[in-house]
């Protein structure tokens, strides 16, 4: 099983690009599927997640900017970003909590992909 991400690339303050990221393999199901970044020197953080039955969560600095959505029957995940930021630039990695058809749980990161806002 494996997560893939696409989207993102440099960008102007203020833009509208979007991340998509696909889980394949042998899976029987996912629970949480969601968005994290990493900025350089820092921490990585939540920036959005979505349970399978549609809860959601976002960081506060994101809250009425991003949206979160995923389609449960093709496992995937995509962020919505508006009115980018110069301090949304970082490395953005998809996950989810997944079991495998065997019966096994993986916690899945994707590969990361950059998001750089200029100003």
């Known amino acids: 099983v494996q997560l893939q991400a696409s989207g993102g690339g440099s960008v102007q303050a203020g833009g509208s690009p979007r991340l998509s990221c696909a889980a394949s393999?042998?899976?029987?199901?996912?629970?949480?599927m969601g968005w994290h970044r990493q900025a350089p020197g820092n921490q990585r953080e939540l920036v959005a997640s979505m349970s399978s039955s549609g809860s959601t969560k976002y960081a506060d600095s994101v809250k009425g900017r991003f949206t979160i959505s995923r389609d449960n029957a093709k496992h995937t995940v995509a962020l919505q970003m508006n009115s980018l930021k110069p301090e949304d630039t970082a490395v953005y990695y998809c996950?989810?909590?997944?079991?495998?058809?065997?019966?096994?749980?993986?916690?899945?990161w994707g590969q990361g992909t950059q998001v750089t806002v200029s100003s």
């Open positions: 996950n989810a909590d997944l079991w495998t058809n065997k019966g096994y749980e993986y916690a899945l």
């Open positions: 393999g042998s899976i029987a199901g996912i629970n949480t």
